[in-house]
């Protein structure tokens, strides 16, 4: 069974994996050929992004939720079954920890 801090870690981990498929720049090379990406304006003559998956495959790295489930499970995976794999757990934990507090900070 996992410890508390285990869980806390994985769930720091899990998180910062999730928004980088999902939302960070880094990451667009991956997204771009399952997506469309389409420039609107509103009702207020401003120019807004939206996106639109194509797709299995694009729904799937749209969605948080989704991605979520597989990033715990690569998390799970390399922590329990790959030797020092607690390291990229523990590295993608400070990140996200740092996302969080970035975020945080931010909104002051």
């Known amino acids: 069974m996992l410890s508390v801090m ?3 870690l994985l769930a720091l981990a ?3 994996l999730t928004r980088l498929i999902v939302r960070d720049y880094i990451m667009e090379w991956v997204r771009r050929p399952f997506i469309d ?3 609107i304006q509103n009702e207020h003559g401003i120019e807004e992004e939206w996106v639109e998956p194509k797709g299995f495959v694009g729904e799937g790295l749209s969605c948080q939720w989704c991605v979520g489930v597989w990033s715990a499970f690569i ?4 922590y329990i079954i790959i030797p020092y794999g607690e390291w990229l757990v523990l ?3 400070l990140a996200g920890l740092q996302s969080i507090i970035y975020t945080w900070v931010d909104r002051q």
């Open 6 to 8: 285990e869980i806390v």
């Open 14 to 16: 899990t998180f910062r």
């Open 75 to 78: 998390m799970l995976f390399f």
């Open 91 to 93: 590295l993608l934990a």
């Open 37 to 39: 990406v389409k420039v």
